[in-house]
């Protein structure tokens, strides 16, 4: 049996600049504080956290939703990849973002904390409002 799991967080900005921060490298290794090599396209290859992790933009819908084939170098090389789903929604406050993380195989690393303190924590610092 494979691991997933789902995490939420709201964000102080429009869905529009999520999206667009998490598909552009510049501005994706800026909320991150991480280099990335990000691509805006279907199929489009990406790498994120010094090249940590890797993978492909597999469905994007402009604003609302990405999903990626998403894997990291703790993957073996016969392991599939995991897949991630990024819901953005407006709410009042901002943005809420939907993190869904299914196919993690077994004896991977806590990546839900990973999501916590590589991305949503410094995401917060990025994206508060002054």
């Known amino acids: ?25 510049d501005k994706h290794s800026e909320m991150t504080g991480i280099e990335a090599d990000c691509s805006t396209y279907e199929g489009g290859a990406f790498t994120a956290h010094d090249g940590y992790i890797r993978g492909r933009n597999v469905k994007l819908i402009p604003n609302t939703e990405i999903v990626q084939h998403w894997r990291t170098t703790e993957f073996s090389e016969t392991d599939e990849d995991s897949e991630i789903t990024i819901h953005l929604n407006e709410v009042k406050e901002g943005c809420e973002l939907t993190l869904t993380h299914i196919n993690i195989p077994k004896g991977q690393p806590d990546y839900k904390q990973g999501w916590v303190d590589f991305y949503f924590t410094p995401m917060q610092a990025y994206f508060k409002q002054d």
């Open 1 to 25: 049996m494979k691991d997933s799991f789902q995490i939420k967080a709201i964000f102080p900005v429009k869905p529009s600049i999520i999206y667009f921060a998490w598909l552009d490298s």
